[in-house]
């Protein structure tokens, strides 16, 4: 009410002073002309009579207009707003002559009321100009275009050809009841929009091989997922999702690690047995060979477990390459990690005459690992050593808290040596020494595996070396402590792999 | 192979759903001359029932036993409304890695899961005889 009241008094005020002015200005006039120009009365009467008609005129036509303003610029905020209307710009409010702050405070009860209405209201239907948009329209990629709350406002031709249901149909539906998606992580499309909700203004992100469960009548789809927002858009578009479909190539990515899985399954059958058999060999002639004899046991103990080793590393190589190798982080003790790996490789070491000697420096806090995936590591570190060792009797494996609060183990050889030149591919795949290929056998795959895993856990792996002396190879993992730093959670959610195997609670090369 | 159980004095009691004749061999020999009573049977369902007699404090299931597979009888013997009490801890053998279908069940249901090529039947005893039962 105050509003009015000062509208009023405003109205009032100008035109009392206008015409007030005006007689003022008038009287003056003619006093002066009758006094000091000697113009007769009458005359200068008559002259005054017109002046002061062209100013009724004036004053009526200015008043009319000035007053109607008010009402003007709330009649276009009201207009602006409301939907599916012609496009009416927001009003100049700071053009106003009278009325400035009664207007400012309607149009923004309008404003309010218009956002309100709109997250109230039932389904708008599809948005008339994206419809008639060429790019939106033709786009050869699904499209859908969402507003503030999820609901679908459009989705081109593509879009509806992809989910196999007319634009009728889901137009003014949810997006999550009509393309029910599965992502690789927790991180969805769902808790993406969350965040960039609160936090931003304009966001965009992408998602790959996100998986459409499969519905009723319509195949299993893979596709790349590129999503933008953008907040208090003035047409209501607050998402935008665009499709891009591989089904085909992600399937046979599948395909070829299901390939791989069975392949390995079938030669673990037979390897399982193989080594059992060599256990029972061993044990039922125990004390009846001859050293040698005994030897040659021992060997195909510990050859039969290196292909095992070797079976598991081809599979993760495989599942690195495929982005399907995960890792469970735990809290663990790495003293006793080290130390299970370092026993798992007593046997490869001593058949051929090779020490394994485990230092543990100082206190060393719970760490954060997949125990089996870095147990593999340090074997796979340890398999090297041992390999390059050539004449020298002794691996030495060290743990212990570096300058920076990480764990770090060292594997060193007093062998052969690394080239220079070798050097800088050492921890690419396939890669093997061409000078040495003939006298010690393997693929090249153990190095690219441990880079693989070290750098999942978060940590760096590198190697010092010098031609005759040995090698050294060193690894970081991070403290559990740090790692529930960096987000990783170690225990809850996380990412599973699967591995050798493992018992719940319990050490599983505890002997 | 079906059961040959050696009555061993408070032994524990192991059943070993596995239908690799081979393999079952290997396992018994280890087992029962570390002192293990050992069950075996080769058929899923077989061995469903079998375990759900409740009277051993192991089981070993492998993956790709015949009529019922081993992740259907790992389900059955942890649904309470088909297997009301079971006091053993229950563990998958196999060479196969997990699917990842497969994968969330065994996590939450199995106690371990291990690759019997990454151990030889001694290396098995080793672990059992780590195990903490019930």
């Not at chain 1, 050593?385 to 060193?412: H, M, P, Q």
Request: hydrophobic residues 40%; neutral net charge; contains cysteine.
């Amino acid at each position: 009410m105050d509003y009015f009241q000062g509208l009023r008094t405003q109205i009032r005020t100008y035109l009392v002073f206008v015409i007030l002015a005006e007689n003022i200005l008038l009287i003056g006039g003619i006093w002066y002309a009758v006094t000091h120009l000697g113009i007769s009365l009458g005359y200068v009467a008559l002259g005054a009579y017109a002046v002061s008609i062209i100013m009724t005129f004036i004053i009526t036509f200015a008043a009319a207009d000035y007053s109607m303003q008010p009402l003007q610029a709330i009649w276009q905020a009201v207009v602006h707003l409301a939907p599916h209307e012609q496009r009416v710009s927001a009003p100049n409010i700071n053009k106003l002559v009278v009325g400035r702050v009664l207007v400012s405070h309607l149009a923004a009860q309008v404003y309010q009321i218009a956002s309100v209405a709109e997250q109230a209201g039932p389904a708008p239907e599809p948005a008339p100009e994206l419809k008639a948009n060429f790019v939106a329209g033709s786009l050869p990629l699904p499209l859908f275009v969402l507003d503030s709350s999820q609901t679908i406002l459009f989705a081109n031709r593509a879009a509806c050809a992809y989910i196999g249901r007319p634009m009728e149909d889901i137009g003014g539906q949810d997006i999550r009841s009509v393309l029910r998606m599965s992502f690789t992580s927790e991180h969805t499309l769902d808790s993406w929009l969350q965040e960039v909700k609160q936090s931003s203004v304009t966001a965009s992100n992408t998602w790959e091989r996100v998986r459409l469960d499969v519905t009723d009548n319509q195949p299993t789809r893979l596709f790349d997922l590129a999503a933008y927002y953008n907040k208090g858009n003035s047409a209501r578009y607050e998402t935008l999702l665009v499709l891009f479909d591989h089904t085909k190539r992600y399937s046979q990515d599948d395909q070829a690690v299901s390939f791989m899985a069975l392949s390995v399954h079938e030669l673990r059958t037979p390897l399982a047995l193989l080594r059992g058999y060599i256990e029972a060999l061993e044990e039922e002639t125990r004390g009846t060979l001859t050293p040698e004899v005994a030897g040659f046991m021992a060997k195909m103990s510990a050859t039969a477990q290196q292909l095992s080793a070797t079976v598991s590393t081809i599979l993760n190589v495989a599942r690195v390459d495929n982005e399907q190798l995960v890792l469970k982080l735990h809290e663990e003790d790495w003293g006793a990690v080290v130390k299970a790996a370092v026993d798992m490789m007593s046997l490869r070491a001593q058949v051929r005459g090779i020490t394994l000697k485990l230092t543990v420096t100082g206190e060393l806090p719970p760490v954060g690992v997949d125990r089996i995936g870095i147990q593999e590591v340090i074997s796979n570190l340890i398999d090297n050593a041992i390999k390059y060792s050539g004449t020298s009797k002794d691996v030495s494996i060290s743990a212990g808290l570096n300058g920076e609060g990480l764990i770090e183990t060292t594997v060193r050889d007093y062998g052969v040596g690394i080239p220079v030149a070798v050097m800088p591919n050492l921890f690419t795949k396939f890669y093997r020494d061409h000078r040495n290929r003939a006298q010690i056998g393997g693929t090249g795959l153990g190095l690219y595996l441990c880079k693989a895993v070290v750098t999942a856990h978060g940590g760096n792996i590198w190697v010092k070396s010098k031609e005759g002396k040995g090698s050294s190879f060193s690894f970081t993992v991070l403290p559990y402590s740090k790692l529930a730093e960096a987000g990783k959670n170690g225990d809850t959610k996380e990412i599973t792999r699967s591995a050798h195997g493992w018992i719940k609670n319990h050490s599983l090369y505890r002997r | 192979m079906d059961s040959t159980t050696q009555a061993g004095p408070g032994g524990k009691r192991v059943l070993c759903i596995e239908d690799e004749h081979f393999i079952s061999e290997l396992y018994a020999r280890a087992l029962r001359q570390a002192g293990y009573n050992a069950d075996f049977e080769s058929d899923g369902q077989q061995g469903l029932l079998k375990a759900q007699t409740d009277q051993y404090d192991i089981i070993l299931i492998d993956l790709m036993v015949p009529t019922i597979d081993g992740i259907a009888v790992l389900r059955a013997l942890r649904d309470p409304a088909k297997t009301p009490h079971l006091k053993a801890k229950v563990i998958i053998i196999t060479n196969l890695e997990q699917r990842d279908e497969v994968r969330a069940d065994i996590e939450r249901q199995a106690d371990g899961y291990i690759i019997k090529a990454e151990i030889t039947p001694r290396e098995l005893v080793g672990i059992l005889d780590n195990l903490k039962l019930s």
